[in-house]
T-cell receptor, first 115, second 116 residues
Framework: AQSVAQPEDQVNVAEGNPLTVKCTYS??????LFWYVQYPNRGLQFLLK??????LVKGSYGFEAEFNKSQTSFHLKKPSALVSDSALYFC?????????????FGTGTRLLVSP | NAGVTQTPKFQVLKTGQSMTLQCAQD?????MSWYRQDPGMGLRLIHY???????DQGEVPNGYNVSRSTTEDFPLRLLSAAPSQTSVYFC???????????????FGQGTRLTVV
């Protein structure tokens, strides 16, 4: 069955330091991969996606993610964290074997950036 | 454009009551879906629709019904509310056709439902 794993419930980082939020996936075929962010009491907002091409994709608010096919990972990164980046982050996959009709989400990682 | 609009934002129900969560989008997206968000479980797909008149079950469909009579609207019905349905519910829409797989979802702001 297709699945997405976010192994860290919470990531703590100091403002100005680089951040990484981890995501691994298990699906058949070549999936489409997404990152979303959720601020308190809000819906999810799209950050970036990997469809094909360059393994490093850039998205909103200075975030980027690296697709690694051999490790089946799609880690979210940012060179310099801001306090305003504190939020809940979700990795999602759109598997080929569902006709790309479904988005399967990870359990989420809470990012806390301290001043 | 308003995007995806959900109503109500908050609701308290008694066990056994029924209600409908409303979802509307103004982006002419054919694909719409309902998720529930529970702590430590991420978002789980309840039902989805690839177009008017077409619906299908997701991961956790029991206790919920949907219909899709128009492209814009995708209401979620709780037939007989149970405490296990206490959750935050999100509606989402995506552009479809050849672009379905690689398009991002747009989410509503959510409905926080408590069943007592």
């Amino acid at each position: 069955a297709q699945s997405v794993a976010q192994p860290e419930d919470q990531v703590n980082v100091a403002e100005g330091n680089p951040l990484t939020v981890k995501c691994t996936y298990s699906v058949s075929g070549n999936p489409y991969l997404f990152w979303y962010v959720q601020y308190p009491n809000r819906g999810l907002q799209f950050l970036l996606k990997y469809i094909t091409g360059d393994n490093l994709v850039k998205g909103s608010y200075g975030f980027e993610a690296e697709f690694n096919k051999s490790q089946t990972s799609f880690h979210l990164k940012k060179p310099s964290a801001l306090v305003s980046d504190s939020a809940l982050y979700f990795c999602a996959v759109s598997p080929m074997n569902t006709g790309f009709q479904k988005l399967v989400f990870g359990t989420g990682t809470r990012l806390l950036v301290s001043p | 454009n308003a995007g995806v609009t959900q109503t109500p934002k908050f609701q308290v129900l008694k066990t056994g009551q029924s209600m409908t969560l409303q979802c509307a989008q103004d982006m002419n997206h054919e694909y719409m879906s309902w998720y529930r968000q529970d702590p430590g479980m991420g978002l789980r797909l309840i039902h989805y629709s690839v177009g008017a008149g077409i619906t299908d079950q997701g991961e956790v469909p029991n206790g919920y019904n949907v219909s899709r009579s128009t492209t814009e609207d995708f209401p979620l019905r709780l037939l007989s509310a149970a405490p296990s349905q206490t959750s935050v519910y999100f509606c989402a829409s995506r552009q479809t056709g050849q672009l379905l797989g690689n398009t991002e979802a747009f989410f509503g702001q959510g409905t926080r439902l408590t069943v007592v």
